[in-house]
């Protein structure tokens, strides 16, 4: 059966609106079941999951074209699911402890959990990558949220630095399956962060475990987080918010785990890597998810200027990058089971690997 697919493209202040409609639909939906009916849950459960599938498969032929020209929209749009992110948790946990019936309690608590790590997780990424203060403090809040604060230190000091290489806690291994990835990248971005913030410190002349270390806001931020779900709905409260944090962290590494699966970069013989490039990172071109994740799905680009805004990110399919062959958020859902994913993505690995040994030493092979 033929699939008809739009094509087309969108630009300037169209694209804008396109991101803010998208991106923040869910969220809305989500404060309305929460202050008023559990039913919108249902409508947002279906925006970020069906309803994304068909778009990206109905708008596949739609670009979305780089603007550096975003306005105001490039700080409202993403501040602005930061801001409502803070009492949509507080409302999710209130609504999900104390509703009646299991099957109420489960859309919500899967419609919250998506939004959460789908849209108010890149939302976060693009804010701590911001020039201004204020913006980074903003993304480090919603990580500290979700109980994963240390990411705000952890991504840009270490991530960015060492992606593709073993010293990246958070690049997995050709063949390492994600189960196994998620606690080692847990777990070695929290000490590699703590690393960062205490070699500040001691930059500064102060103590590494002195009151400056942002591993105190981090961590005292998390303990905040759960006394207030146990104040609203008590102990049910704390275990709902635990586990709303748990999904999101989960969907982040997912994004981690599929966007740099098995990339490596080349020891030169200084003993250095060699510069980051498109090659080492899977871009997804879909372009509904492109713009309900505020275009994270444009990570080759990301990792070459960081502080580049999400609407002026390069296309994937002109960025050189290698290409899944899926939607981020499908590709995450695949990386669930290990046999599948390995089925389906280490011979397109392979396939560059070999590629890039027959193109010769230092040039790796374009696109997907």
């Given amino acids: 059966m033929r699939v008809f697919r739009c094509r087309g493209r969108l630009r300037g202040r169209s694209l804008m609106v396109a991101y803010a409609a998208v991106a923040w639909m869910p969220g809305l939906l989500l404060l309305a079941a929460d202050l008023l009916d559990p039913a919108w849950a249902l409508a947002a459960l ?41 009492p949509l948790m507080g409302l ?47 993304g480090a809040a919603v990580f500290t949220s979700l109980l994963f604060g240390h990411h705000a230190t952890a991504h840009p000091a270490v991530h960015h630095v060492w992606v593709a290489t073993p010293q990246d806690p958070n690049t997995p291994q050709r063949g390492e399956s994600f189960w196994h990835f998620w606690p080692r990248a847990w777990t070695g971005s929290f000490r590699a962060g703590l690393a960062v913030e205490a070699r500040r410190m001691r930059h500064l002349g102060r103590s590494a475990f002195g009151p400056g270390n942002r591993y105190w806001f981090y961590v ?101 990058a290698p290409l899944l062959p899926f939607s981020l958020p499908v590709a995450a859902t695949i990386a669930l089971f290990p046999r599948l994913w390995r089925r389906i993505i280490d011979p397109r690995l392979d396939d560059r690997r070999k590629r890039g040994r027959e193109s010769g030493p230092g040039r790796e092979p374009q696109g997907g």
């Fill in 46 to 86: 279906i925006w970020i999951s069906p309803l994304t599938w068909t778009a990206d498969r109905l708008l596949a032929g739609v670009s979305l074209v780089p603007t550096e020209k975003g306005g105001s929209w490039g700080r409202v749009i993403p501040s602005g699911i930061a801001f409502l992110h803070i």
């Fill in 92 to 138: 999710g946990v209130h609504q999900i402890a104390l509703v009646e019936g299991w099957t109420w309690k489960g859309v919500l608590f899967l419609a919250h959990g998506l939004q959460f790590g789908q849209v108010a997780v890149p939302a976060a990424h693009e804010l701590i990558h911001r020039r201004s203060r204020w913006e980074r403090r903003l």
């Fill in 220 to 320: 005292a931020g998390g303990v905040a987080s759960l006394g207030l779900a146990s104040t609203l709905a008590g102990l049910a409260g704390g275990l709902v918010w635990g586990g709303l944090a748990l999904h999101a962290q989960m969907q982040l590494l997912l994004s981690d785990y599929v966007q740099h699966y098995g990339l490596e970069r080349r020891l030169l013989p200084s003993g250095r890597y060699e510069p980051v490039a498109p090659a080492h990172s899977w871009d997804a071109p879909p372009p509904f998810s492109r713009l309900m994740m505020l275009n994270a799905p444009s990570h080759a680009d990301h990792h070459l200027h960081p502080a580049r805004m999400f609407h002026a990110l390069v296309e994937p399919k002109e960025s050189g």
